[in-house]
């Protein structure tokens, strides 16, 4: 099953709707700068960061190269404590396996630890369609699930709600499924932890199933770890006689002291604190404390495809900090609804295309284009996911699936470019028309304000500038690199200087050897202009502003 | 030392005066720059957007026009970015040894205020610049080569000028390529955002290493009348009293 939203459209139509929300703009750029100053700031006070980045990178890169090992050393350990371990090659087959044992036990509610395994199967849904209700218990998934929307981002899916839209959502929905919030409720946010304290507090102790997801699995012992800041977690790990954990392949570790290393950079990449609040650890089965049946559903879903992706492999070091989404600059504007996925921002933009492949839909065709590729969300990656690359890996396979159809305007525009490219003399001619095209267009202001399809998508904003009258190379001919004076771009002299073609075309495609021909000033390639010697450079620019 | 200068296929063919104050710089300060004619371009528009398969052709090219230099000198980050972090890759997508031998072998190509400040070693290039300028680091200088405070040390030496800092300097100015049309919506938000930050200086000129960023940022300027003029940092650090920018 797709991890992306039903019907969603591609990210640019998304986002052009996000970007024309005033309120949603102002709640993502407070939260995420926020979010972005408390991570920097704890950040520099580790010495090893950049040891503990290479440390986490090389943990992951070699449980997922033996992955395979790793996984049955797991199952053997948990089967050993008393868990129950059940393997998943897709979401429908987790959905079916979770279903399924709720069902045995004859309820028709369970309570959620905030999972992104769960949110990418569609969980909650398909619980739904079998008349079992999933309450997720995390303040800001609790948000989302009563306001009827989705999340937009991994580690704060609320982001996009500011405290006053929250008390509205609480004060309207809280009641219709269960202790409704106080009718004199604020918006102030301890108010608001009180109402939903007491909200989720009964389905705590009402019930008998609750569902997780895993922060990490460690092989060697067979125990499953959830990090979480509420406490939300701890209540439906420890208070329902039945536990079912749903967890990704990739969030195995083979060994427990592997955790060192993430538990410092979970943390401060995540929520920006130093130490996580509620870290919980479980192995199996303990008589009279706690769950006393724990499923472990192992879920595929796709990451198999993506280990066999030489370049995109590495998205599958991600501990789901989020710090990449807090430092996108295309994330701060847009926010996560827009990624139309499950997972948003950098690192939703290579996981979807990865885990769905990129023909799976106009979403995940267009994602790997969400980027300037500005690097921020690799610069901040602990796990050091070269995101960036990714991204231009995924375009060339965009691009690739479409080599067999007809061919794109972009598709010619970019073939002819990259004939001209490879020829410099075509390259000139192709300078030499776009000199001419001054006559045309914009000639009194030196700029061109309207263009036709698609660059008006550049021109709707933004001013374009127009070519050169006299293009770098040909100022270099003619003036023998500056040697001779001459400013660049006086036409008339482009199309009078003696010599010009001449030299020019006697140069580059017969430079195949690559030496330079137009090197020192020594050969007197500069006929007819007034002379001056090499200490006195060029004028300066033409001016065209 | 034989130093070529990659003027890039942008400044070639729209700013050919960040080419000319990049030779009347480098020539002030004693490097006789070569200009290899058969240069074009880095590739790096064919890359981003995909069509690897089209950027081997460009790459091949770059290999053969600097072939036998010691130094590539390119008044742009990002162009030397790509030469230096995509080329190998380009060239191991292709299949072809000879390529991927080529671009081995090609000369180390320089980010301008890398090649000022590592190579010639010097921060001082005797320029004079009175104006109230402020320089935005774009993303592939600083992150993709990590150039840090290379430009700004550059910029504090010039005679005159007045370095105003740009606030929240380190976000990218949503130009990005092909981003630009295909992310219009967002990639202008991005740029209207920065364009705030330079107004905010009260800067009459704003500078960058990479004139793409500056076609973009400098064309929300003039479009909003803004009145602030945007320039290369080579124009800036060719500047004199004699020739001023």
Redesign the interface.
Known sequence: MSVTFVGMPKFPIAAAEALANPQLRRNLRHATQTIRAKRAAVVAEVPDWAELRTAGAAIKDRTLRHLDDYLLQLEENLTAAGATVHWARDAAEANRIVADIVKSHDVKEVVKVKSMATQEIFLNEALEAEGIEAWETDLAELIVQLGHDRPSHILVPAIHRNRSEVREIFLREMGNVGLAAPDDLTDVPRDLAGAARRHLREKFLRAKVAISGANFAIAETGTLVVVESEGNGRMCLTLPEVLISVVGIEKVLPTWQDLEVFMQILPRSSTGERMNPYTSMWTGVHAGDGPQEVHVVLLDNGRTDVLADTVGRQALRCIRCSACLNVCPVYERTGGHAYGSVYPGPIGAILTPLLNGVEAGPVEASLPYASSLCGACYEVCPVAIDIPTVLVHLRSEVVDSHRDGVPTAEAIGMKAISRIFSSPRLLRVAQRAGSLSRLVMGRHSGRISTLPPPFSAWSSARDAPLPAQESFRGWWVRTNGGHSSGEPGRPEQIRTEPGYSTIYESGPDSGASGQPMYGSASAGHAEGSDASGPGRAAPGPADQQ | MRV?LF?T?I???????????T??LL??LGV?V????????C?Q???????????V??V??Y???????DAVVVPSGSCAGSVRH?HT?VAA?SGDRSLVAAVDTTPRTYELSEFLVDVLGVTDVGAYFPHRVTYHPT??SM??LGVGDRPTRLLREVRGINLIELPAA???C????????????????????KVQAVRSTGAEVLAAGDSSCL??I???L??QRAGV?VLHLA?IL??TEE???
């Open positions: 070529a003027v296929c400044n070639d063919t729209i700013f050919p005066e960040v080419g000319v104050a030779v009347r020539r002030r006789e070569e200009f290899p004619s058969a240069q074009t371009c590739g528009m064919h890359v981003n957007t995909g069509y690897l398969r089209e950027a052709p460009v091949r090219q290999t053969e026009a600097f072939a036998g230099f995509q890759m997508s993303c592939h992150r993709m380190a976000e990218c949503g130009f990005g390529g092909t981003f630009a049309l295909k992310n219009a919506d967002t990639s202008i938000a991005m740029g209207t955002d076609t973009h400098g064309g929300l003039t479009r003029r124009q060719a500047s020739q001023p920018a």
